[in-house]
Nanobody, 126 residues
Framework: VQLQASGGGLVQAGGSLRLSCAASGRTFSLYHMGWFRQTPGKEREFVAAISRGGGRTLYADSVKGRFTISRDNAGNTVYLQMNSLKPEDTAVYYC????????????????????WGQGTKVTVSS
């Protein structure tokens, strides 16, 4: 599967952005999906994940209550709605796909994901 992330940009603290990740192919619903982010000099960190059918979600503590992950399997797209943005949310955001079994725990580590998008940059000004 090929992934294309979009929706990044510059926003003031307290604002909102919605990231999208469009997937190619007809097997999108077979993948758990995740969002990660990375800042220069730091490792990629987990942000959120969603199960194949959308019934399970998982969030990093740093974004819980502010970010919402969702997916549209008919449209082959996963979203990350980001509200109440903070300067520390500034990063390049990546979407990723995990070809795990349906009942598998959602992945927190990048090694658990099989495919990656190219990243979209989010900058939050103070």
């Amino acid at each position: 599967v090929q992934l294309q992330a979009s929706g990044g940009g510059l926003v003031q603290a307290g604002g909102s952005l919605r990231l999208s990740c469009a997937a190619s192919g007809r097997t999108f619903s077979l993948y758990h999906m995740g969002w990660f982010r990375q800042t220069p000099g730091k490792e990629r960190e987990f942000v959120a994940a969603i199960s194949r059918g959308g019934g399970r979600t998982l969030y990093a503590d740093s974004v819980k209550g502010r970010f919402t992950i969702s997916r549209d399997n008919a449209g082959n797209t996963v979203y990350l709605q980001m509200n109440s943005l903070k300067p520390e949310d500034t990063a390049v955001y990546y979407c990723a796909a995990d070809r795990g079994i349906s009942s598998a725990p959602l992945g927190l580590n990048e090694e658990e994901y099989d495919y990656w998008g190219q990243g979209t940059k989010v900058t939050v000004s103070s």
